[in-house]
C-alpha cells in the first residue's frame, strides 16, 4: 500500500486551536468568542493528513444512481483539483448490484490497477462512499491509496479551515471518519510487548489507536459544544439588539462569496473552485432606504455531502437555521441545475431551514444567451426569483428589493408618533425598519411602516390608535 507512512506512524497529537473567528463579530458589533487555547496552526493529521499527487477517477452507475455518472465525475475532478490532485484518466464501471466486498468486479479492479501503474498513479478516488470493509480489500488489491468522494470533501476542508471553530469541525469529521477505518493506516498491527519484566504480549496497537482517537473525538465534542453555546448566546444578542440576519445558502461555487462581495461591498475570497470559502463570514448590508441586514456567507453544499461533515458543521449551520431569511444562490448556467437545487434544498431540511422564508438568486446571468432562464421545478418555482450576475452586478438591486420586501413581510406593522426628545428611535425606525410615510408634527415624529418584531418593543407606548371611520347618517 503506497502511502506516506512517516505521516501515518505518527502518534495522533492532541488537539491545538487556531485563531479566533472574527468576521462576523467584527461586523456585527459582538463580543469575541474567547479561545483559552494555544494560538497555534498544525497541519492536520491521521487518514486524511495529506492529498495524493495523481489519480484515477471512478465512477460507478447502479440502478439507483440519481446523478449522471459523467457529470458526478466531472465534479469530482473539481473536486480533486480543488485539493490539489491532478487526474490523470477515469473509468466508469455500470453494475445492477455492487460487490459487497470490493463494489467493482473483479475484473474491474485488476484493470484499475493496471491503469493506476500506466499513469503512475499514487492513488485512486471512488466518486462515492466506500464501507471500511471495501476500503481495506480495494487497497490489499490495488496496492496503493483508496480514497472516496466523502474523503476528498473531508481533505478539501482540512485544507480550507482557518479559524478556530472550523478546524474543530472539520477534525471531529475526519475522525469519525477514521475510527471505523483505522486498521488499513497503520503497519505495526502486532501486540504490543510488555516490559522487560513482564511476559506475554499486552493489547493491539489498533485498540491503542482507536481509544485515542476516541478520546480526541469526546474533546472535540467538548469544545465545539462551547462554542456552539457561544453561538447561540450572540444570536439570542442579535435577535433582539441587531439587524435581521440574511443568511446565503447554495451549491459550492455558485456564487455565494462572489454575491456577498457585490452586495456588502466586501473583499471576501472569491474564486472559481469548490468550497473556495469554508468559515462563514457575516457582513453588514445598508439598502437606499437606510435599512440593514447582516448578510451571512456559509459552507457551500454539494449532492451526497458527507453526513459526519453534516453533523460536525452543526455549530455553523445552526447560523443558517435560525436565519430570518434565505437567499438561495443557484448557478443558472450549471446543465445539472435541478439537481444542484434538489441538493441543497435536501440539505436544508435536515439541519431545519426548509420551512424559512427564501428568495432564489439566479446567478451567472451574463453566461445564459439573451432573454434565457432556467425554469425551476417546485417547490423553488413557488419562491421569488431574481436574475442576477454577481460578477457584472447586473441586478444587484432588484435582488435588495427583492430581500427588503420578503422581509417586510415578516415585521410589524407601526404606525407611532416619537416624542422629539427621543430621536434615538427615530434613528432605530430608519436603521432597522421601512419607513412609508415620515411627518413632524406638534408633538412629535409621526412615523408609519414596518419594524422587525424584535424591534418592535419600545414603540408599542407611542402607537398611535387608527382612525375611526365616520358612519354616514
Given at each position: 500500500?503506497?502511502?506516506d507512512r512517516k505521516?501515518?506512524?505518527?502518534?495522533?497529537?492532541?488537539?491545538?486551536?487556531?485563531?479566533?473567528?472574527?468576521?462576523?463579530i467584527k461586523?456585527?458589533?459582538l463580543?469575541?468568542i474567547?479561545?483559552t487555547?494555544k494560538?497555534?496552526?498544525r497541519?492536520?493529521?491521521?487518514?486524511?493528513?495529506?492529498?495524493?499527487?495523481?489519480a484515477?477517477?471512478?465512477?460507478?452507475?447502479?440502478p439507483?444512481?440519481?446523478?449522471?455518472v459523467?457529470?458526478?465525475l466531472?465534479?469530482?475532478a473539481?473536486?480533486?483539483?480543488?485539493?490539489?490532485v491532478?487526474?490523470a484518466d477515469?473509468?466508469?464501471q455500470?453494475?445492477?448490484?455492487?460487490h459487497?466486498?470490493?463494489l467493482l468486479?473483479?475484473?474491474?479492479?485488476e484493470?484499475?490497477?493496471e491503469l493506476?501503474?500506466?499513469?503512475?498513479?499514487?492513488a485512486?478516488i471512488?466518486?462515492?462512499?466506500?464501507?471500511?470493509?471495501?476500503?481495506?480489500?480495494?487497497?490489499?488489491?490495488?496496492e496503493?491509496?483508496v480514497?472516496?468522494?466523502?474523503?476528498?470533501?473531508?481533505?478539501?476542508?482540512?485544507q480550507r479551515?482557518?479559524?478556530?471553530e472550523?478546524?474543530?469541525?472539520?477534525?471531529?469529521?475526519q475522525?469519525?471518519?477514521?475510527?471505523?477505518?483505522?486498521t488499513?493506516q497503520?503497519?505495526?498491527?502486532s501486540?504490543?510487548?510488555?516490559?522487560t519484566?513482564?511476559?506475554?504480549?499486552?493489547?493491539?496497537q489498533?485498540?491503542?489507536?482507536?481509544?485515542s482517537?476516541?478520546r480526541?473525538?469526546?474533546q472535540?465534542?467538548?469544545?465545539?459544544?462551547?462554542?456552539?453555546?457561544?453561538?447561540q448566546?450572540?444570536?439570542?444578542?442579535r435577535?433582539?439588539?441587531?439587524?435581521?440576519?440574511?443568511a446565503?445558502?447554495?451549491?459550492?461555487?455558485?456564487?455565494?462569496?462572489?454575491l456577498?462581495?457585490r452586495?456588502?461591498?466586501?473583499?471576501?475570497l472569491?474564486?472559481?473552485?469548490?468550497?473556495a470559502?469554508l468559515?462563514?463570514t457575516?457582513r453588514r448590508?445598508?439598502?437606499?432606504g437606510g435599512?440593514e441586514?447582516?448578510l451571512?456567507?456559509?459552507?457551500?453544499?454539494?449532492?451526497r455531502?458527507?453526513?459526519?461533515?453534516?453533523a460536525?458543521f452543526?455549530?455553523?449551520?445552526?447560523?443558517v437555521?435560525?436565519?430570518?431569511?434565505?437567499?438561495?444562490?443557484?448557478?443558472?448556467?450549471?446543465?445539472?441545475?435541478?439537481?444542484?437545487?434538489?441538493?441543497?434544498?435536501q440539505?436544508?431540511?435536515?439541519?431545519?431551514?426548509g420551512?424559512?422564508?427564501?428568495?432564489?438568486?439566479?446567478?451567472?446571468?451574463d453566461l445564459?444567451?439573451?432573454n434565457?432562464?432556467?425554469?425551476?421545478?417546485?417547490?423553488?418555482?413557488?419562491?421569488?426569483v431574481?436574475s442576477v450576475?454577481?460578477?457584472?452586478?447586473?441586478?444587484?438591486?432588484?435582488?435588495l428589493?427583492?430581500i427588503?420586501q420578503?422581509?417586510?413581510?415578516?415585521?410589524?406593522a407601526?404606525?407611532v408618533?416619537?416624542p422629539?426628545?427621543?430621536g434615538?428611535?427615530?434613528?432605530?425606525?430608519?436603521?432597522?425598519?421601512?419607513?412609508?410615510?415620515?411627518?413632524?408634527?406638534?408633538?412629535?415624529?409621526?412615523?408609519?411602516?414596518?419594524?422587525p418584531?424584535?424591534?418592535s418593543?419600545?414603540?408599542?407606548?407611542?402607537?398611535?390608535a387608527?382612525?375611526?371611520?365616520?358612519v354616514?347618517?
Amino acid at each position: 500500500m503506497e502511502v506516506d507512512r512517516k505521516s501515518m506512524e505518527r502518534p495522533l497529537s492532541s488537539h491545538n486551536s487556531l485563531n479566533n473567528q472574527k468576521s462576523e463579530i467584527k461586523e456585527s458589533g459582538l463580543q469575541p468568542i474567547v479561545d483559552t487555547s494555544k494560538n497555534e496552526e498544525r497541519p492536520m493529521e491521521g487518514l486524511l493528513a495529506q492529498a495524493p499527487g495523481r489519480a484515477i477517477l471512478v465512477g460507478v452507475e447502479t440502478p439507483e444512481t440519481d446523478w449522471p455518472v459523467e457529470e458526478s465525475l466531472d465534479e469530482l475532478a473539481q473536486l480533486a483539483a480543488t485539493a490539489g490532485v491532478t487526474c490523470a484518466d477515469r473509468l466508469v464501471q455500470r453494475l445492477g448490484h455492487p460487490h459487497p466486498a470490493t463494489l467493482l468486479g473483479t475484473g474491474k479492479v485488476e484493470e484499475l490497477a493496471e491503469l493506476a501503474r500506466f499513469h503512475d498513479c499514487d492513488a485512486v478516488i471512488f466518486d462515492v462512499e466506500l464501507k471500511p470493509g471495501q476500503h481495506r480489500n480495494l487497497e490489499r488489491e490495488l496496492e496503493m491509496q483508496v480514497l472516496d468522494r466523502t474523503a476528498l470533501i473531508l481533505i478539501i476542508f482540512g485544507q480550507r479551515a482557518r479559524t478556530r471553530e472550523g478546524r474543530l469541525q472539520v477534525e471531529l469529521a475526519q475522525v469519525e471518519y477514521d475510527l471505523p477505518r483505522l486498521t488499513r493506516q497503520w503497519s505495526h498491527l502486532s501486540r504490543q510487548r510488555g516490559s522487560t519484566q513482564q511476559r506475554g504480549e499486552g493489547e493491539k496497537q489498533i485498540e491503542v489507536d482507536r481509544r485515542s482517537l476516541r478520546r480526541q473525538k469526546d474533546q472535540l465534542k467538548e469544545e465545539l459544544e462551547l462554542v456552539r453555546s457561544q453561538r447561540q448566546l450572540h444570536r439570542e444578542r442579535r435577535k433582539y439588539a441587531g439587524a435581521p440576519v440574511v443568511a446565503l445558502v447554495g451549491y459550492t461555487n455558485a456564487g455565494k462569496s462572489t454575491l456577498l462581495n457585490r452586495l456588502a461591498s466586501s473583499h471576501t475570497l472569491a474564486e472559481n473552485k469548490l468550497f473556495a470559502t469554508l468559515d462563514p463570514t457575516t457582513r453588514r448590508v445598508r439598502m437606499a432606504g437606510g435599512q440593514e441586514f447582516l448578510l451571512t456567507d456559509t459552507v457551500g453544499f454539494v449532492q451526497r455531502l458527507p453526513t459526519t461533515l453534516v453533523a460536525a458543521f452543526r455549530a455553523t449551520l445552526e447560523e443558517v437555521a435560525e436565519a430570518d431569511l434565505l437567499v438561495h444562490v443557484v448557478d443558472g448556467s450549471h446543465p445539472q441545475v435541478h439537481h444542484q437545487v434538489e441538493a441543497v434544498e435536501q440539505v436544508l431540511e435536515e439541519i431545519g431551514a426548509g420551512a424559512l422564508p427564501t428568495v432564489i438568486a439566479l446567478n451567472k446571468s451574463d453566461l445564459l444567451p439573451a432573454n434565457v432562464v432556467p425554469h425551476l421545478q417546485e417547490p423553488a418555482a413557488k419562491l421569488p426569483v431574481v436574475s442576477v450576475s454577481a460578477a457584472q452586478g447586473t441586478n444587484i438591486e432588484a435582488l435588495l428589493n427583492c430581500i427588503s420586501q420578503t422581509l417586510v413581510q415578516q415585521f410589524v406593522a407601526l404606525d407611532v408618533l416619537i416624542p422629539y426628545d427621543r430621536g434615538d428611535l427615530v434613528a432605530q425606525f430608519h436603521r432597522f425598519g421601512t419607513i412609508e410615510s415620515e411627518e413632524y408634527q406638534e408633538h412629535g415624529t409621526r412615523l408609519r411602516g414596518h419594524m422587525p418584531a424584535n424591534h418592535s418593543g419600545p414603540f408599542s407606548m407611542f402607537r398611535q390608535a387608527p382612525a375611526k371611520k365616520k358612519v354616514r347618517a
